[in-house]
């Protein structure tokens, strides 16, 4: 996949214009809209018989492309299909979604912050984005940086679509296995085992971050 050519002053200023405008409907999307909580997802689904699969994938994929919470698909998901075809739903779903808003994101605002940010940002962002694939898979792989909210960030960087894409995928398994094999669905809440492994899978990818944003060797 290519990105979109750079474009001139007047056509950037649209696009940055357009580009808010769909965030802030996404956003205005996540605060209005109720999204079901775990029980209820599970109950809706499973009333679809041997379709549910598919419904599942799709309404997650679709939904969670706007700043609404995973939790809800993946706790259900296990109850649901059972631990594998659960997690295996899930990380179909979060990769498509991740990949429509990071496509939506780069095609409308573009590479923004290697033309428009401040001149330390832009330092940084190079500096993150030289190193793509081990950036994204880092960054996914701390359960506080929400998921939305990466896509449209690494959209208007210079990561690559390979990158992004290479490193989503695998950096999604801990937080969402944590939760399709050990969530409550009863309850939404996280099992105490569920939660240790989010906090060993967050540290690796803190240190992977900071290992990111250190200076080039040209820099040195």
Same mark, same amino acid.
């Given at each position: 996949?290519?990105?979109? #050519?750079?474009?001139?002053?007047?056509? +950037?200023?649209?696009?940055? +214009?357009?580009?808010?405008?769909?965030?802030?409907?996404?956003?205005?999307? @996540?605060?209005?809209?109720?999204?079901?909580?775990?029980?209820?997802?599970?109950?809706?689904?499973?009333?679809?018989?041997?379709?549910?699969?598919?419904?599942?994938? $799709?309404?997650?994929?679709?939904?969670?492309?706007?700043? *609404?919470?995973?939790? @809800?698909?993946?706790?259900?998901?296990?109850?649901?299909?059972?631990?594998?075809?659960?997690?295996?739903?899930?990380?179909?779903?979060?990769?498509?979604? =991740? =990949? =429509?808003? *990071?496509?939506?994101?780069?095609?409308?605002?573009?590479?923004?912050?290697?033309?428009?940010?401040?001149?330390?940002?832009?330092?940084?962002?190079?500096?993150?984005?030289?190193?793509?694939? $081990?950036?994204?898979? &880092?960054?996914?792989?701390?359960?506080?940086?929400?998921?939305?909210?990466?896509?449209? %960030?690494?959209?208007? %960087?210079?990561?690559?679509?390979?990158?992004?894409?290479?490193? %989503?995928?695998?950096?999604?398994?801990?937080?969402? =296995?944590? @939760?399709?094999? $050990?969530?409550?669905? +009863?309850?939404?809440?996280? &099992?105490?085992?569920?939660?240790?492994?989010?906090?060993?899978?967050?540290?690796?990818?803190?240190?992977?971050?900071?290992?990111?944003?250190? #200076?080039? @060797?040209?820099?040195?």
């Amino acid at each position: 996949m290519t990105d979109p #050519p750079p474009p001139n002053g007047r056509t +950037a200023r649209v696009r940055w +214009a357009v580009l808010g405008v769909v965030l802030v409907a996404l956003v205005v999307v @996540a605060l209005t809209v109720p999204l079901p909580g775990a029980v209820e997802v599970r109950d809706r689904v499973a009333a679809l018989g041997p379709w549910a699969p598919v419904a599942f994938l $799709l309404v997650h994929a679709v939904v969670t492309v706007a700043p *609404f919470p995973r939790t @809800a698909f993946s706790i259900s998901a296990g109850v649901l299909f059972g631990p594998w075809l659960g997690l295996a739903l899930c990380l179909v779903a979060s990769t498509v979604s =991740a =990949a =429509a808003a *990071f496509t939506l994101v780069r095609r409308i605002g573009g590479r923004a912050v290697q033309r428009l940010g401040p001149g330390r940002v832009r330092m940084l962002e190079a500096r993150l984005s030289s190193r793509g694939f $081990l950036t994204v898979l &880092s960054a996914r792989l701390v359960p506080v940086i929400p998921f939305a909210p990466l896509n449209y %960030t690494l959209g208007v %960087t210079t990561v690559r679509w390979r990158h992004y894409l290479a490193g %989503t995928a695998p950096g999604l398994v801990p937080g969402t =296995a944590a @939760a399709v094999l $050990l969530g409550d669905a +009863a309850t939404g809440a996280l &099992s105490p085992t569920a939660l240790a492994v989010l906090l060993v899978s967050g540290t690796i990818g803190l240190v992977g971050v900071l290992l990111c944003a250190r #200076p080039t @060797a040209d820099e040195i």
